[in-house]
């Protein structure tokens, strides 16, 4: 296990390096996304227009030789324009199905909080069970599937804002020179589900996960917060840990892999109280009470 730990790890940091000449003075950002990628999570990239959103999830989207597509959202868009649509095939007299764009390794969702919450709603089952129904068929997904979104601030005109449901999917949010299209595929679609399986079996001792239990236990509890961690968000945390410390060539996980991790993975699935609302952006706001409750949890020694 060691050996291929440190095998995959020298593969992933010339993957790192790689995608660096494109997005320059991102490492840590680069480096969320691949953990991402190895956790079988799907990316959530937020940030005010024009800061490389769109071409980091380029550049990592091309680094792979996976099938890609890149989603443009507009209020005008359908659910059927994303997953597809069944059309009636006359010579044959029974409905066929035209899959959409979904079916891809990798989709970059650009601004998807310009779309409408019915066509939101429409990458719920995808990122969630990794296949789509339509017409009481369910339809697989390829693998890997990776969804990296991008969206404005909410602040802006024209948006609409995920519901916490949505949110719920996505593994971690993150805020976010050569042109991302003359990037060199570095690995396969097989490289990349051969890595978030081994990245699975990274060893985590029990008292990180009594740890990582008790941050979100104590998400639920504080007034400052009116919905806490869910269930799901634990156990995404689990598996960004195990990613991370996969990434960093170790098959056992460290307290550090889950302390940098607990502000992205759960950041977007906390709601900050009406009572404590401030000045700042709700986003900020709830960083800096999970950071807060970040230190003052005793860390496992």
Partial sequence: MQTTTTTASTRLAGLLRSISTVVKGKEDVIQLALTTLLARGHLLIEDVPGVGKTTLAQA??????????????TSDMLPSDVIGVSVFNPAAQEFEFKPGPIFANIIVADEI?????????????????????VDNHTHPLPKPFLVLATQNPIEHHGTYPLPESQLDRFLIRNHSSAPAEKLTALMDAA?????????????VEESLLDYAL?????TRQTEQLSLGVSPRGAVMLHRAA???????GRDYCLPDD?????????????????????????SEQAEAILREILDTTRVPL
């Fill in 60 to 73: 990592l989207a091309r680094s792979f030789d996976c099938s890609f597509q890149r989603i443009q959202f």
């Fill in 113 to 133: 909080n310009r779309t409408t919450p019915k066509t939101q709603s429409a990458l719920l089952e995808a990122m969630n069970e990794s296949q789509i129904t």
């Fill in 191 to 203: 490289d990349v589900v051969a890595m978030q399986d081994a990245a699975s079996q990274v060893k």
């Fill in 214 to 218: 008790e941050i979100v236990e104590r």
């Fill in 242 to 248: 195990q990613a991370r410390a996969f990434l960093e």
């Fill in 258 to 282: 889950f302390k940098r991790l607990i502000v992205p993975v759960f950041a977007h699935r906390v709601v900050v109280s009406s009572r404590y609302v401030s000045t700042q952006k709700k």
